[in-house]
């Protein structure tokens, strides 16, 4: 600045430093929030990608708030009851034991028969068996199914008498994609190798040259897409049942699909996830759409009534003043953002507001660990979390109210407390009900094998295609919710589809509504 451009009135020159000082200081802020997220950005990229806590003194708490785009790279956690159970308890990590129920191949060894004397003269008798089990497995094999259906005339008019075909053979059996020379058996194979195994149709082209067969990728997505064309009405009735269920979780990640009308090919598109069903009976749901809009949410829901958990995404924002629908928040997106505060403060953030917010948030999920822990009944869950998470819950709103007004709203912290103190009347909804949870986990976990298939498939080459791969996930993961197994569950359908003609046939075909053990796999 010029010293001859200074006005001479010392007023007007105080009123000129207070100004030069309020922009300096709204400069420092702006450069120590940007400092901020520089040190949330090499985080991200450099740093851990758990979130989990030392588990020290009162800080104990299950880390249960992995994203599925964050967590796709971390080891399988320990399942709750190990999580809770007191250390001298938990089970020793070793060599578990070899499942009893696969088949046993015996192999004998004995001693030649001069070694089966003694030095006295005696002969040896048998006391007992040393047996040592190891574990064996047999590459895949290919192999063809022939079908061989006789043909039959008559000799004696050759045919001239009947009003009917001359030579008569019997009809093939419905088959779920005709005139093709797949069976249940390989497509189950090739959708539960890409769709839970995260295997794309690429490598399992490869796969298949090595065992003498050449099947296209391109053969591949085509039996991908008829089989989910195939299972529609039973992906009607997945919806259905999400509508008429009591809760529903939702969420939704990117996909990039290519070959979408009018759109690049880098845009970005979305795979929404619903989660719900009856109570014992559990459905998952995979739709794909281009957008993500609120009306693709209320598209999903249709007329459903009852309890949605969410996350703090806008386009829910018009379902919560829906009559009729209860909408939740989601703790665990509360609690990412006061990590992230923790996270870039280092040292500095211990003691802090971050801090005490967390350990505010660790005290309520130790009351949902406590009730794990009795198997309580969900009217006892809602008494014990009146008595004690309410009182937690009321600490923490006040701490976010004492420092929401001396903290930038910019900053990670004020954006933190900003989010809280939003989502407010949606977080504390869980304490109405003991069938309802704090956090939309069961969502973020309902979606994650879709995370982590699209690290290996990147991409789906057209809608038809991400179409296809919604309504096969769909089958697979309410399988796996319902405690099938994906291939054996997938075979099974694919041999009973074609022959299921009526409404009540295939719906018995559903995961939820079907007994395990009738999943057989012939020798």
Request: glycine share 8%.
């Amino acid at each position: 600045m010029d010293i001859n451009s200074l006005p001479d009135d010392p007023a007007v020159l105080k009123a000129l430093i207070v100004d030069m000082a309020a922009s300096q200081a709204d400069q420092q802020q702006h450069v120590a929030q940007l400092e901020q997220r520089l040190r949330l950005l090499n985080l991200i990229i450099y740093g851990p990608k758990s979130e989990k806590k030392p588990r020290t003194g009162q800080e104990q708490q299950l880390s249960l708030f992995d994203e599925a785009e964050q967590a796709v790279e971390e080891q399988k956690p320990q399942t709750f009851e190990e999580a809770c159970a007191p250390a001298s308890t938990r089970r020793k990590r070793g060599r578990r034991p070899i499942p009893a129920d696969l088949p046993r191949v015996e192999i004998s060894h004995d001693l030649p028969e001069s070694e089966k004397v003694c030095p006295c003269g005696a002969e040896l008798v048998c006391i007992g068996e040393e047996v040592s089990e190891k574990l064996d497995i047999v590459p895949a094999k290919i192999q063809v199914i022939r079908h061989i259906r006789p043909k039959y005339a008559c000799r004696a008019c050759e045919g001239v008498e009947a009003d009917g075909p001359t030579v008569k053979t019997v009809s093939m059996p419905p088959q779920i994609i005709i005139q093709g020379i797949v069976t249940p058996g390989l497509l189950a194979h090739v959708a539960v190798a890409k769709y839970a195994d995260a295997l794309p149709l690429y490598r399992q082209e490869d796969q298949f040259a090595r065992l003498g067969l050449d099947i296209s990728r391109g053969t591949l997505a085509g039996w991908m897409i008829r089989v989910a064309k195939a299972c529609e009405p039973l992906i009607d009735m997945i919806i259905a049942e999400i509508r008429s269920g009591p809760i529903v979780n939702m969420d939704e990640t990117t996909v990039q699909v290519l070959a979408e009308p009018g759109r690049a090919n880098t845009t970005k598109s979305f795979m929404w996830v619903a989660r719900g069903g009856t109570p014992g009976k559990l459905v998952v749901l995979f739709r794909y759409h281009p957008s993500r809009a609120g009306n693709v949410a209320a598209e999903i829901l249709g007329d459903f009534k009852g309890y949605l958990q969410t996350d703090g995404y806008s386009g829910y924002e018009a379902l919560g003043e829906r009559e009729g629908l209860r909408h939740l928040g989601c703790m665990a997106h509360v609690r990412r953002k006061f990590v992230e505060v923790e996270k870039t403060a280092g040292k500095k953030g211990k003691g802090g507001t971050a801090h005490a917010a967390l350990d505010l948030i660790g005290k309520l999920y130790d009351v949902e660990r406590q009730a794990e822990k009795q198997r309580l009944k969900p009217e006892q869950i809602t008494a014990l979390r009146a008595e004690k998470s309410r009182p937690i819950l009321d600490k923490l709103k006040a701490l976010l109210d004492a420092r929401v007004a001396s903290t930038p709203p910019k900053s990670l912290l004020g954006k933190a407390i900003g989010y809280a103190i939003k989502q407010w009347e949606r977080l504390v909804v869980y304490l109405e009900d003991g069938r309802l949870r704090p956090d939309n986990n069961l969502a973020e976990n309902a979606i994650r094998p879709f995370a982590v298939g699209r690290k290996n498939w990147l991409f789906s080459g057209h809608p038809r295609g991400a179409d296809a791969s919604a309504a096969i996930y769909s089958l697979i993961e309410t399988a796996k919710a319902n405690g099938l197994e994906p291939y054996r569950y997938l075979r099974h359908l694919f041999e009973h589809l074609p022959a299921a003609t009526t409404h009540a046939q295939r719906k018995a075909l559903l995961p939820q509504h079907l007994d395990p053990c009738s999943l057989i796999i012939p020798a």
